[in-house]
């Protein structure tokens, strides 16, 4: 089908930071209602190491993001790597498993594309 990503009339622009993965969701979520968006790109990782609470807080991140972007009604991106250690999270980012983060920006640029110019 080919790329979708038009980027005529998209807005594009701020970088949020937040304390951990669990608090991106409430984040998209806020931005994405706010209306000056057309997509949310949430990044980051969680990383296992020796923490019992992995699966929660990862599980958590991917079912909230979901739900931001259900309950903005624009795309909000899962763009958070589950590592099981600190070299796997540096290797999705720009290392030897290439940059995740930059592949989720392509593809909130092409769902914000589809949303605006096929969907609206």
Avoid: W
């Avoid at 099981?84 to 920006?105: F, P, R, S, T, V």
Wanted: proline share 2%; with cysteine; net charge negative.
């Amino acid at each position: 089908m080919g790329s979708l990503a038009d980027t005529k009339g998209l807005s594009f622009g701020v970088v949020v930071s937040v304390h951990g993965s669990f608090e991106v969701p409430i984040t998209a979520q806020k931005h994405g209602k706010s209306g000056n968006y057309d997509a949310i790109l949430c990044i980051g990782a969680v990383i296992r190491g020796d923490t019992t609470h992995y699966d929660a807080v990862a599980n958590s991140a991917a079912s909230g993001v979901l739900n931001a972007g259900l309950s903005a009604g624009i795309p909000c991106v899962f763009g958070v790597l589950t590592c099981e250690d600190m070299d796997q999270a540096l290797n999705g980012a720009g290392g030897k498993a290439g940059n995740k983060g930059a592949e989720a920006a392509i593809t909130a640029i092409e769902m914000a594309s589809l949303f605006r110019h096929h969907l609206s």
